[in-house]
């Protein structure tokens, strides 16, 4: 900031404009439930100390991989990296279940989940995974993505697809009360709860280093 106001005060209407934008998507990620408190507040620092590509102390590997956005919003970039290194677990996520599928014969929504909507059940499949109970009541960091609840004698089986630290306690002890009782399996869907900070380090060190990730595959797209 102080370079701006010492030197190129002609790019403080950019430098506004790049932390304007980024602190409304971190808004709106937060009040969505994209992103947590800490990831949000991350994300508007790195807006305040890099609103730019600083290109003149490190430059990418591939010169192609400088995008126009970084040039103007260089956290739009971070964003677009981190993004895609999240949706390169969520493959990660579906191979396992599959491989896990393979081995226990074990089907993926049974009982009262198999109601459950298409794109529930997508969104599920992508962000976690089959746990047994003992064990996440073992491990603090594995949130449940499903719970129960009974109406008129009948057990309702329902995915949870924004799992939150409030409530995981009771969540937890209602799956774990059901399975003991043998009202239903011992596997329940979970998710490590990774906070999106983990990727968005890696989409700043990625773009500082390697480039705009998006920039590459629309380009590779458009033949450029």
């Known amino acids: 900031m102080s370079e701006l106001l010492l030197f190129e005060q002609d790019q403080l209407i950019f430098y506004a404009l790049g932390v304007g934008v980024t602190v409304g998507l971190a808004f709106l990620l937060f009040y969505t439930g994209g992103f947590g408190g800490a990831d949000s507040k991350a994300f508007m620092c790195i807006a305040l100390s890099l609103p730019f590509a600083p290109l003149a102390l490190i430059k990418p590997v591939f010169s192609f991989a400088i995008s126009p956005t970084s040039q103007v919003i ?24 599959v491989v896990w599928h393979t081995k226990n014969k074990v089907p993926f929504f049974p009982g009262t989940l198999a109601n459950e ?12 995974y089959k746990m047994n109970i003992s064990k996440v009541k073992e491990k603090w960091h594995l949130f449940p993505l499903e719970d129960v609840e009974e109406r008129d004698g009948t057990l309702n089986r329902k995915l949870v697809v924004v799992p939150k630290d ?14 003991e009782t043998g009202k239903i399996d011992c596997y329940v869907w979970t ?8 990727f968005v380090t890696l989409g700043l060190i990625a773009a500082l280093t390697l480039g705009d990730f998006v920039w590459i595959i629309v380009r590779a797209l458009m033949g450029l």
């Open 191 to 198: 998710t490590p709860g990774l906070p999106m900070l983990i």
């Open 166 to 179: 409030e409530g995981r306690t009771e969540i937890v002890q209602h799956l774990g009360d059901a399975a």
């Open 117 to 128: 909507g298409l794109g529930k059940k997508l969104l599920v499949m992508v962000t976690g």
């Open 74 to 97: 260089f956290p739009i970039t971070i964003f677009g990296n981190a993004v895609l290194f999240a949706a390169f677990s969520g493959v990660y996520m579906v191979l396992r279940n």
